[in-house]
């Protein structure tokens, strides 16, 4: 079946990024696949693009982000 790639993503760049930001820790990193790490990119990018700053303890309960990948890195 023919396909083309639109992009590729760069694992090492991935997660030098994480690990700048302070998003994830190495030992996560080691024991994560590449697609769970991009998920984790992917959700702290929309809470950033919300624009959604909690500033309670409430409101830090309130905020969520749910992540799903079938069968991914098994």
């Not at 030992?27 to 959700?43: E, R, V």
Request: overall charge positive; proline content about 3%; some cysteine.
């Amino acid at each position: 079946m023919p396909c083309k790639i639109a992009g590729q993503v760069d694992k090492e760049k991935l997660n030098d990024q994480l690990l700048k930001n302070n998003i994830l820790k190495k030992s996560d990193l080691k024991s994560m696949s590449i697609a769970n790490t991009f998920a984790i990119a992917a959700a702290e990018e929309a809470i950033k693009d919300s624009k959604w700053i909690p500033n309670s303890e409430n409101d830090q309960y309130r905020t969520g982000t749910s992540i799903a990948i079938g069968m991914s890195g098994i």
